[in-house]
């Protein structure tokens, strides 16, 4: 063999990709060899893959560039062979090889796995993703239906339509016009829109009826303002440029193997957050707004087991525990709830009766102080919210009225920042009615069941029928997984009927820690459901 030979066969980087998934399950192709690694966690797996393709920079006496797809997304590394991480610049030679590899790796793992993966320049519905394409190379992104060509001056359709990503029947996003940010990918950098946004960079069309819509040249290009127009009212303040910051966090990955590449490399490498993580931020940077006063968040159905309480508690523990507490979940049937029995035991039984009894002797609603409350409320000391319960007493023959409410309401306002009001299941109850007039934003629950969602949209039918038309178009519509099965053609009915008539519909997954109707534990949960229910929050915040 000739030292050419020789010198061609060392230079020849192998075409390796790589995807680690949340069990700790993983593979390697290497050239097309499938290499499956089995872990007993995501950050384990990682390491291990890392390891692998160390060992194969080594052989080969040159940094390795590979392809990694994790959950959240593809990731272009450099691997050393002393075990090095770097991520490939994106104007590489090497990170080019892997990128030019990833198609054909990612379709042998897909082929392992008995998936069907769609050619390169796939048609819509082909599950190729703009952020996966962008992350493929340019080739793959201007296969992308949509995408901007390439030919000088030629102008760009829009990259989707505007109501693509309100379609109340989309399984990826909550049929959301006011919050866009807490679904879906994020977003390239710097760029306020993503794909499916018809303002994409590049469009020559715009919204002639949108505020923010800025006057355009016949060629297309923003026409910049005259300094006649530049008045006072005009110039930006103070207030627009803490506007202008950015909520999110914006520092490394803090989770997945992503942060623990950076813990073993001692901060050598700091790959960004991966998509989860970045919507994750995103919605807490929403819950964690600030508001101008307390806020009354009321949750309804007229029915039972239609998950009232359950996203009571949930909706509390999330604000609690992102808000640093200042949150109560509040009991408001007319006569006995179950919220006191799905929370954590305290050292009192008192209920939102003893404390409306308790008011004079308090010295009347101007002089309660929050230590008074501590006899009454039951605090959840691992989520950072507190409980009033609803009557208790089998022989009581107390009720809440519409008075009882106010009085109550007025209180709690003094001392706590958000009130999430768990409603009876009897509509023309005179305190329902109140907590409905107090509402800052209404929550209307179903299971994906015919009963419970029949119940949910008679309920906004009565609402609209008594002139709360407003509320009901401001409302956000949570759907609740009740087995690990769902019927999907009543889901998609389920999502299409409350996306007409509420503000976003969210679906949050079945957990079998909830079924047994104990008190809910937040760290039960598992991870998913938590994550669903951090995005219902983020959504319900962006109301009030």
Not at 3 to 32: F, H, K, M, N, Y
Not at 408 to 413: A, G, I
Not at 430 to 449: L, Y
Request: glycine share 10%; charged share 20%; hydrophobic share 40%.
């Amino acid at each position: 063999m000739s030292d050419t030979d020789s010198t061609t066969r060392i230079a020849r980087l192998p075409q390796v990709t790589a995807e680690v998934r949340d069990d700790g399950t993983g593979q390697i192709s290497v050239d097309g060899v499938i290499e499956r690694i089995r872990m007993a966690n995501l950050q384990e797996a990682g390491a291990a893959i890392t390891e692998r393709i160390a060992a194969i920079a080594g052989e080969v006496g040159a940094p390795v560039p590979v392809q990694v797809r994790d959950p959240d997304g593809m990731w272009s590394l450099l691997i050393h062979p002393d075990g090095l991480v770097d991520e490939a610049p994106a104007n590489d030679s090497a990170g080019a090889a892997a990128a030019e590899a990833a198609t054909v790796a990612e379709a042998a793992l897909a082929a392992a796995d008995g998936v069907e993966v769609p050619a390169p320049g796939a048609v819509p519905g082909s599950g190729t993703s703009a952020l996966d394409a962008e992350l493929a190379g340019p080739a793959a992104a201007a296969s992308l239906p949509g995408a901007a060509p390439t030919t000088a001056g030629a102008p760009s359709p829009s990259a989707g339509s505007s109501t693509s990503a309100a379609s109340p029947t989309s399984a990826a996003s909550p049929t959301s016009t006011g919050f866009p940010t807490s679904t879906g990918s994020p977003t390239g950098a710097g760029s306020p829109t993503g794909a499916g946004s018809s303002t994409s960079a590049g469009s020559t069309s715009a919204d002639p009826t949108s505020p923010a819509a800025p006057a355009a040249s016949a060629a297309g290009v923003d026409a910049p303002p005259r300094e006649a127009e530049r008045t006072s009212a005009t110039l930006p303040t103070l207030d627009d440029l803490l506007a202008k910051r950015h909520q999110a966090s914006t520092g490394p990955a803090e989770q997945g193997w992503r942060a623990g590449l950076r813990r073993a490399t001692f901060g050598g490498v700091k790959l960004g957050p991966g998509r989860a993580e970045q919507q994750r931020r995103v919605q807490t940077a929403a819950v964690r707004r600030t508001f101008d006063g307390p806020r009354t968040v009321v949750v309804l159905n007229p029915k039972g087991g239609a998950h009232k309480t359950t996203a009571t508690m949930l909706l509390a523990a999330t604000f609690g525990l992102q808000r640093g507490g200042y949150t109560l979940a509040w009991d408001n049937n007319e006569t006995r709830g179950t919220l006191g029995w799905r929370s954590a035991h305290t050292d009192h039984q008192h209920t939102a009766v003893d404390l409306l009894q308790a008011l004079p002797s308090l010295g009347g609603a101007a002089t309660v102080r929050v230590g008074d409350l501590d006899g009454y409320v039951r605090t959840q000391t691992d989520e950072q919210f507190d409980v009033l319960a609803s009557d208790e007493s089998a022989g009581s023959a107390s009720s809440m009225d519409a008075a009882s409410f106010a009085a109550l309401h007025r209180v709690l306002s003094r001392f706590y920042r958000v009130l999430v009001i768990d409603t009876g299941n009897n509509m023309r109850a005179s305190n329902w009615q109140a907590a409905i007039d107090a509402a800052d934003q209404v929550v209307v629950v179903s299971t994906i069941r015919e009963d419970t969602a029949q119940s949910a949209a008679w309920a906004l039918d009565a609402l609209r029928a008594t002139g709360n038309d407003d509320a009901v178009r401001r409302a956000v519509t949570i759907l609740s997984a009740p087995d690990r099965k769902i019927d999907k053609d009543l889901r998609k009915r389920l999502r299409s009927h409350f996306g007409a008539l509420t503000r976003a519909v969210v679906e949050v997954p079945y957990d079998p820690s909830l079924v047994s109707g104990g008190p809910i534990a937040y760290e039960s949960l598992r991870p998913a459901t938590r994550d669903a229910w951090l995005r219902a929050t983020a959504i319900v915040a962006d109301g009030l």
